[in-house]
């Protein structure tokens, strides 16, 4: 795998940081994505710390991938650094809970262009690149992209979007020997989860009230799903495409 080049978009925290520091560990050259400048040199350190190297084998774009121009930034500076792309992790995604008869078009543009508009764009100038070395996308969808969610409607159009993008985009790069998953996971102990809860008063009653609905009797861990995501991502899940895989302790079992 050393050779490889991975881009990971939201790969400055939570499951992306997750999978792109799985992915180096296994050899990948490996560009994170986001939107701060300080969270990404932060999260460029932390490789360096943990694997007592320069790690000149990592690299970060600040980039907003609701933008257009942006998207096509990040591939050209990966390109640019490492001269190929074999793995797209598209795990940028933002949620928002809200009455459907009170939503605003600045809710459903910040979410609709962070989670769909953004993947849809990398992958656009990204496929070109991963056409050549028959690599693989691997989309962060959401237990909310399989089913409906309470109080969740514009997320779950989001995600509902990005799963069924998943499906149709592995029909159309099959014969170009690129595969397409999707990972869909349910609650996972991140920062975004963290600010979810930050309002409840008690952090513990607000955690045990949202594991109550797991059949395994809690919520995830971003390794948990990062490992599900470096799987689909390698070479032991080459006749894997069009999937969409749950990481969700049986909540839409």
Partial sequence: M??????????????????????????LRVVIIGRSEKRGDDAVRTFSNE?????????????????????????????????????????????VENDAAELTEEEYERVMD?????????????????KKTHG??????????????????LYSASKGALTLYTRSLALELAHDGVRVNAVCPGDIMTPLTERQI??????????REMASVYPLGRIGTADEAASVI??????????????????DGGLTA
Avoid: Q
């Fill in 2 to 27: 050393s050779e490889k080049v991975a881009l990971v978009t939201g790969g400055t925290s939570g499951i992306g940081l997750a999978v792109a520091k799985m992915l180096f560990a296994a050899g």
């Fill in 51 to 95: 694997n007592d190297e320069s790690a000149e084998d990592v690299m970060f774009v600040a980039a907003d991938v609701r933008r257009v121009s942006d998207c096509e930034k990040i591939v050209d500076e990966t390109i640019a650094r490492y001269g190929r792309l074999d793995v797209l992790i598209n795990s940028a995604g933002v949620y």
């Fill in 114 to 130: 962070t989670n769909v508009k953004g993947a849809m764009f990398v992958t656009r100038f990204a496929i070109p690149h991963i």
């Fill in 136 to 153: 693989n996308i691997v989309n962060v969808s959401s237990d909310a992209g399989v089913h409906g969610n309470y109080f969740c409607t």
């Fill in 198 to 207: 930050a309002s409840a008063p008690s952090r513990e009653d607000a955690l």
């Fill in 230 to 247: 470096c799987f689909l991502a390698s070479e032991r899940a080459s006749f894997v495409t069009g999937a969409v895989w749950s990481v």
